[in-house]
């Protein structure tokens, strides 16, 4: 299957992914809302809830112009693969220290949990996440 035709084929197949899917597939996180979709021998996430799915893209959009300088990137700049990865783990393992939590099991309940304490996305505690993204490892070595 050409690179087309897969595409092509992941956007009938999966209608709705995950916004968090590098750190999913990366196994750094979970998510209770995730499923696994299986496309051509690749592997995919789907998100089974759609306003989980807008709340978690809400979230990367604020995180990403926040951390530009963490991952060393100019404004407009493509975010290659390592650094979707670091922003994407870096950033939810962050949230989940700044409240006091080991780890992520739940993103969905992660973020819930978050608004709860902060209100909205803007008042999050971006600085105190920045550490992480910065540190975090993209492959053990």
Same mark, same amino acid.
């Given at each position: 299957m050409d690179e087309r035709e897969f595409k #092509?084929?992941?956007r009938n197949v999966n209608e709705r992914p995950c916004t968090f899917m590098k750190a999913l597939l990366r196994r750094c996180v979970g998510c209770s809302r995730s499923q696994k979709v299986l496309i051509?021998?690749?592997e995919a996430m789907a998100c089974q809830s759609p306003g989980g799915q807008q709340r978690c893209a809400e979230l990367l959009a604020e995180m990403k112009p926040r951390a530009l300088f963490a991952l060393r990137i100019e404004e407009g700049q493509p975010l290659a693969? +390592?650094?979707a990865i670091k922003l994407q783990c870096g950033g939810l393992l962050g949230?989940?220290? #700044?409240? +006091?939590e080991q780890g992520v099991d739940d993103v969905h309940a992660l973020i819930?949990?978050?608004q709860e304490r902060y209100g909205a996305f803007e008042a999050f505690p971006y600085s105190a996440m920045m550490p992480a993204i910065t540190h975090f490892k993209v492959r053990n070595r």
């Open positions: #092509s084929a992941y051509a021998e690749r693969h +390592g650094k949230l989940a220290e #700044s409240m +006091g819930d949990r978050a």
